[in-house]
């Protein structure tokens, strides 16, 4: 788990660039307590999770696996 209600063990916000970020918002969680929020961000700021240690994901990728992430946005036309 990287992200549900609160990030995963041995794992970090390393984002950057600006915008504010809210690991506690209570606004319309799709499941749980807490969602992300990221607000007042532009383009090619980053919203990163920094895992401790690191973790080569390639494996996963090779063994068919996949990672989703659930958006919601309130500005048509924006793209992640």
């Not at 549900?4 to 600006?18: E, H, K, P, R």
């Not at 996963?60 to 958006?71: G, H, P, R, T």
């Amino acid at each position: 788990m990287i992200y549900s209600d609160y990030t995963g063990q041995l794992i970090s916000d390393a984002s950057g660039g600006a915008g504010i970020i809210d690991f506690y918002s209570s606004d319309l969680p799709n499941n749980g307590i807490y969602c992300l929020s990221w607000d007042s961000f532009r383009q090619y700021n980053a919203l990163t999770f920094d895992f401790k240690p690191d973790r080569d994901l390639s494996l996963l990728e090779s063994n068919d696996y996949a990672i989703d992430f659930m958006v919601r946005g309130n500005h048509p036309g924006n793209k992640l």
